[in-house]
């Protein structure tokens, strides 16, 4: 096997266990302390709400598009508002929370004609608007005139209904995704691993959860994807610290030591792969987080926590978990028994 890193000598993770135990219980309090408190900052795609994508005669200026529709003050939910480039400097798209005794067309037309005005467009494009609205055949209306004027392109609405159900559908994928990794820990190996396993991983998608209601990040269905992303690439690497764990025990080079000694062992073998893996990975996440534009920008961010957490649980907390757990040589090798036994 390929080792880039070696080390000549095993580290002694397991004699920080009960430290990085406490860190990790106290970092997880916080996460729920928080996630409790001040609760996650849900998209319009979970809450429901307005959408409009907006293209500006110029380069439009995202600040003050954002400063103008925040300042409107709508509903008294201005922090709700999500302002972002699309796909060109021209192009800009406009998320608003839903507005009580307010309908989606009649927000949107508000929204819109306020950045209008404040556009400061040449006087033909508001003749062509004013013309527009006296019209009753829609075949009739008058395209404003190209690349000077605001162009409304596109109005979405999603219902709140909607936005439950995708909440309800995002915690099933959740929770599924949970007992299938509990399922297939316990078969592979034993319950000490499957719980210790699952505790770690739970730990990284709280702690991740943690981070976006502190800074009150969008949570949106990327995000969510990235937190089912990093449960699967949290348990590969548990996987694999487990898999040596397991060798160790039943070589007959390490029958001298102790538990935490062949533990330590595992953990450092597997470094050398650790840390190419994560490194590579992380070079990739690195480029959609600060190139990716807005669309990957939560999802990579999501990415980014579970992979540094990750490193963290699958060495420092499901580890010495196994240990506090009670594992054994003897619930890992069975042992023998003598054959006038077995006739017996």
Same mark, same amino acid.
């Given at each position: 096997?390929?080792?880039?890193?070696?080390?000549?000598?095993?580290?002694?993770?397991?004699?920080?266990?009960?430290?990085?135990?406490?860190?990790?219980?106290?970092?997880?309090?916080?996460?729920?302390?928080?996630?409790?408190?001040?609760?996650? +900052?849900?998209?319009? /795609?979970?809450?429901?709400?307005?959408?409009?994508?907006?293209?500006?005669?110029?380069?439009?200026?995202?600040?003050?598009?954002?400063?103008?529709? %925040?300042?409107? +003050?709508?509903?008294?939910?201005?922090?709700?508002?999500?302002?972002?480039?699309?796909?060109?400097?021209? %192009?800009?798209?406009?998320?608003?929370?839903?507005?009580?005794?307010?309908?989606?067309?009649?927000?949107?037309?508000?929204?819109?004609?306020?950045?209008? $005005?404040? $556009?400061?467009?040449?006087?033909?494009?508001?003749?062509?608007?004013?013309?527009?609205?006296?019209?009753?055949?829609?075949?009739?209306?008058?395209?404003?005139?190209?690349?000077?004027?605001?162009?409304?392109?596109?109005?979405?609405?999603?219902?709140?209904?909607?936005?439950? %159900?995708?909440?309800?559908?995002?915690?099933?994928?959740?929770?599924?995704?949970?007992?299938?990794?509990?399922?297939?820990?316990?078969?592979?190996?034993?319950?000490?691993?499957?719980?210790?396993?699952?505790?770690?991983?739970?730990?990284?998608?709280?702690?991740?959860?943690?981070?976006?209601?502190?800074?009150?990040?969008?949570? +949106?269905?990327?995000?969510?994807?990235?937190?089912?992303?990093?449960?699967?690439?949290?348990?590969?690497?548990?996987?694999?610290?487990?898999?040596?764990?397991?060798?160790?025990?039943?070589?007959?080079?390490?029958?001298?030591?102790?538990?935490? /000694?062949?533990?330590?062992?595992?953990?450092?073998?597997?470094?050398?792969?650790?840390?190419?893996?994560?490194?590579?990975?992380?070079?990739?996440?690195?480029?959609?987080?600060?190139?990716?534009?807005?669309?990957?920008?939560?999802?990579?961010?999501?990415?980014?926590?579970?992979?540094?957490?990750?490193?963290?649980?699958?060495?420092?907390?499901?580890?010495?978990?196994?240990?506090?757990?009670?594992?054994?040589?003897?619930?890992?090798?069975?042992?023998?028994? +003598?054959? %006038?036994?077995?006739?017996?």
């Amino acid at each position: 096997m390929l080792e880039l890193f070696h080390f000549k000598k095993d580290i002694p993770f397991m004699s920080y266990g009960k430290l990085t135990t406490t860190i990790s219980l106290v970092t997880f309090l916080l996460a729920v302390f928080f996630l409790v408190t001040r609760g996650l +900052n849900l998209s319009i /795609e979970f809450t429901g709400g307005t959408v409009l994508e907006l293209r500006y005669p110029t380069v439009a200026n995202v600040e003050s598009v954002r400063h103008t529709v %925040e300042a409107m +003050n709508l509903g008294g939910q201005h922090k709700e508002v999500q302002v972002q480039a699309l796909g060109n400097t021209r %192009e800009v798209m406009v998320r608003l929370p839903t507005v009580r005794g307010m309908s989606s067309a009649d927000l949107s037309n508000k929204v819109y004609a306020e950045l209008v $005005a404040k $556009a400061g467009e040449p006087a033909e494009c508001l003749a062509v608007r004013q013309a527009n609205q006296a019209v009753t055949d829609p075949s009739l209306v008058k395209p404003l005139p190209e690349n000077r004027c605001v162009e409304l392109r596109k109005v979405d609405f999603v219902g709140p209904s909607v936005g439950d %159900e995708l909440v309800e559908h995002g915690l099933t994928a959740l929770l599924l995704t949970v007992l299938f990794i509990i399922v297939y820990l316990a078969f592979r190996f034993e319950w000490r691993f499957a719980l210790s396993a699952i505790i770690a991983n739970l730990h990284d998608v709280v702690i991740i959860l943690g981070f976006f209601a502190f800074f009150r990040w969008e949570f +949106n269905l990327a995000v969510l994807a990235g937190v089912l992303a990093v449960l699967g690439y949290s348990v590969n690497e548990s996987v694999v610290v487990f898999d040596r764990i397991r060798e160790n025990f039943r070589k007959g080079a390490m029958r001298g030591r102790s538990v935490p /000694e062949i533990i330590d062992n595992a953990i450092t073998t597997t470094m050398s792969r650790t840390i190419i893996t994560h490194t590579s990975t992380e070079m990739m996440v690195l480029a959609m987080l600060l190139f990716g534009g807005p669309a990957l920008h939560n999802f990579a961010l999501a990415l980014t926590i579970g992979i540094v957490f990750g490193i963290y649980s699958s060495v420092l907390v499901a580890s010495p978990l196994l240990l506090l757990f009670g594992l054994t040589r003897e619930s890992m090798v069975k042992p023998i028994k +003598n054959k %006038e036994e077995a006739v017996v």
